[in-house]
């Protein structure tokens, strides 16, 4: 089965850029979608077909997906950024990667 | 504005079953595929079911196939998910959520809060 594989944490300083990969096989030729979820919350598109912002997502949000790995950029982080953020994809199924718990310090 | 409400979590034996609905509100809900996620305490997200517009075509989880049944109700503007045979595994909150549209691949542009479901004895 499809498999998508994430780091458990990564972490970025205040006004830094943040670097979230999602990795599986030949992720590239499907679409990409990132989701951002605070603790006690429920999960919040931040980008979907790989690269496209919902409205109201800001701008710092970026994201790209080539060859076998997906990334999600958070240009100047700031602590509300503060999250776990999971990737997903579709394979006959919908997959989703274990999650990335991003740290501001 | 778009709203997913879910309702009918709880308590439940091993082996019993509970039916979660999922009121819909701000959008064409007759329109849109819908989905249900779940999270088990302190896990990730993982993918139960998925339901297209008018409630034809329906595909689980294996972790699920055979014990969870999805449908939905447009006249009602509601999606269910009814869950037999429970295991202390199905433990988890249960989201709905939105399909994005065709042209934009399969993802979720909507979630609801969610609704736990606890299975123990």
């Known amino acids: 089965s499809y498999e998508l594989t994430q780091p458990p944490s990564v972490s970025v300083s205040p006004g830094q850029t943040a670097s979230i990969t999602c990795s599986g096989d030949?992720?590239?030729?499907?679409?990409a979608f990132w989701y951002q979820q605070k603790p006690g919350q429920s999960p919040v598109l931040v980008i979907y077909q790989d690269t496209k912002r919902p409205s109201g997502i800001p701008e710092r949000f970026s994201g790209s997906n080539s060859g076998n790995t997906a990334t999600l950029t958070i240009s100047g982080t700031q602590a509300i950024d503060e999250a776990d953020y999971y990737c997903q994809a579709w394979d006959s199924s919908m997959i989703f990667g274990g999650g990335t718990k991003l740290t501001v310090l | 504005e778009v709203q997913l409400v879910e309702s009918g979590g709880g308590l439940v034996q091993p082996g019993g079953s509970l039916r979660l609905s999922c009121a819909a509100s701000?959008?064409?809900?007759?329109?849109?595929?819908m989905h249900w996620v779940r999270q088990a305490p302190g896990k990730g997200l993982v993918w139960v079911s998925r339901?297209?517009?008018?409630?034809?075509?329906?595909i689980y989880a294996d972790s699920v196939k055979g014990r969870f049944t999805i449908s939905r109700d447009n006249a009602k503007n509601t999606l269910y998910l009814q869950m037999n045979s429970l295991r202390a595994e199905d433990t988890a909150v249960y989201y709905c959520?939105?399909?994005?549209?065709?042209?934009?691949?399969?993802?979720?542009?909507?979630w609801g809060q969610g609704t736990l479901v606890t299975v123990s004895s």
């Open positions: 701000g959008f064409t809900f007759s329109t849109f595929w």
């Open positions: 339901i297209n517009s008018d409630g034809s075509s329906t």
């Open positions: 030949k992720l590239g030729d499907k679409y």
């Open positions: 959520a939105r399909e994005t549209i065709a042209a934009a691949g399969i993802g979720l542009d909507y």
